[in-house]
């Protein structure tokens, strides 16, 4: 039973790049017939047609690659990230009722129901579009209302000025703060709106203490009734227009950190992903404690630039006006802000003291959670519920007394600059009073310098709480910076690998590896070289490195002495895109994801020949398991596969690499949890799929020799033998006592 293909006929029918625009321009209908039918194609075909109206040279494989997609539906604020790949600049605007200008063109259009066109030429009011059909003219006021209202413009990268995809990882690398501040500022816009809506609402702040000194040194006096009414209805208003514009500031501050929070996280699962070695240190925990770390600081960002660009600089000339209202009053709230600021910079050296120690914390009880729930059914059977509950409660305890330590040295300030408040409220009114009798000052000029002291108090106190949240959560934020300094993994493939196919010959030369905090190396000076169509297996014991031999040969880390050639080019000379499409490497601890049976063949690659998935599927004995259950392919898997038997499971990992059609296949234990049935089967599977492909496979079955040409004997990561199988089965015949009976 085999899935459906995918429907992509302007792939497929039309290519690229040579019959791109292989159509004349149809002439829209008129009259009653109206618009002609648009048929959208895929972002990701009209970001190849793009590059193709450019005349850039692309590479499908590394435009979508490390991008999420589901059948080729790259998602629309990805384009211009897809596009920096092949070195063409593209931002979204927003679309303009008018025809596009000819210099703006090629432009990308997302449809409104979902896919995209392309505007290659324009004449009066109408345009040009590529859709699934070719091209055709068609007006561009009839257009319009299908559009999602936005169009991708693009144009090369500036080769002195302009910022690759590349050049951008570099310098989040160097300085992951710095770009997030970078990423903040990046926001003009509604980082300006937000701004002037923070210098209004402060200018709206001084309605009130302007209105009570009027009404006590003015109205009351004269007892002037209409001035009251019209005095207090306008502060009314004022009071109104403050609450709407509040509204519209967090409105801004919402708008930029989902923006830019949504950013941050996008680049930092892409930097796991992406990432040329395992991130030391990143587990669960400290992840998860990152990007939840993240989401604060997405909202105190953009607070802090308005404390720091309107506020604070406004309470500068609230303290101008009480010494022109107030004289001498003034000395209370500089006083107080002093002090407010001193104990300040106490409580945050603390506060970032305690935030280390209680982020270290969160992180291992992050940790120890994944562990609980992924290891349960192994801690329930070897009674080990005591061990993992003592562990818990350690950690709660310590991490209880570390919150305690934080929130204290969080509270502390604000508790200091509530008395602080009162102590200059004190002040204020000692000196005001003594200057009313001085007669220098009013009782109206007293009660406005009261209600400025109060609200020129406000945005010191608000930078000081602001300070000691930003101490925390920069601390918590210190693994993620960790994670986005990891060093990526080449994305363009050298020109002389690209525009040669691969064989699939394979040459190690000196290969040495030694894994971080090990005291042994895992391999040490491996020499071979194997040619194009060979089939090789790699035997000795657990530990001797077959495993990390396969990870190399694979790409996936990187060697540390060395060199590793696939087809007489270095391995690092190869795009991982490129790479990934003609060596595969499967584990025998691979992980199944949940969610069906076809979606873990899959894992989100385009649907491949149905000659292929079907020979993928009857070589790994997949298709066995599958005709017994009533779901078929869309059987679900469970977390981890923990609906599948071991056999099951293996059989899937298998079928998983057989559909990548490979030129080097690379297996670690294929057939370790199949029965000999099983075994017998699937070794038949494979001795057909990988005819006239390199085979590598590490294995202890004795079986699955019959399919190699050569075995390689690794011992303490050293080969201690190289030779036909015929010579190694002897070898092995003669030294039974090294080797297990049923292992090599």
Known sequence: MIAPQSDRPFARRMGFPGRLFHRSPQPSPSGAQGLPTIKPIPMLDALEALATARAAPYDRAVLGAALPMEQEALAARLAPLALARIGI??????????????????????????????????????????????EKAVPFA?????LAGEALHSGPVDPVNGASDAHERDLIRRNPRAWLLGAYLAERRPLGQMLLASALLNLCALAIPLYMRAIYDRVVPNLAIESLWALSIGVMLVLAFELLLKKIKARFVEAVATRVGQAVQH????????ARTPTPGMGFGAMLTGLRDLEQLSLLVPNAIATVCVDLPFVVLLFALIAAIGGFSVLGPILGAIGLILVGLVCNYALKLASRRASRLVQARSDLTAELT??????KANHAEGLFEGRWDLISDHLAMAGKQVRHWTELPAAASGLLAQLVTVMVVVIGVLQIKAGVMTTGALIAVVLLTGRAMVPVAATVSMFARAYQSLA???????????????????????LAPVRGALAVAGLSHTFTGSGAPSLSGLSFTIREGERVALIGKSGSGKSTLLQLLAGLIPAEDGLITLDGHALDRFAIPHLRQNVIYSAQDAMIFEGTVWHNILLG?????PAIVERAIRCSG??????????GYMRQVGPRGSALSGGQRQSLLLARALVRNPKVLLLDEPTASLDVASEQAVIAGLAEATRGRTLIVATHRLALLEIVDRVIWLEQGRVVADRPKADVLSQLAGQSGNVPKQAA
């Open 605 to 609: 690659m385009p649907e491949p020949d």
């Open 89 to 134: 600049e593209a931002h979204w605007r927003p679309i303009s009722h008018r025809v596009p200008e000819a210099a703006d063109l090629p432009l990308v259009l997302p449809m409104a129901g979902g896919g995209a066109v392309l505007i290659i030429g324009r004449a009066e009011k109408h345009v040009i579009v590529l859709d699934a059909d070719g």
């Open 267 to 274: 680049r930092a699962v892409v930097t796991v992903l992406r």
């Open 622 to 631: 997949l298709d066995s398991f599958v005709a017994r259950t009533a779901e």
């Open 476 to 498: 918590q934020f210190q693994a993620l910076a960790g994670l986005l300094e990891s060093e990526p993994e080449r994305d363009v493939s050298d020109p002389a690998v690209s």
């Open 374 to 379: 992924s290891g349960w059914t192994t801690i």
């Open 142 to 146: 009839a257009l319009r209302p299908l």
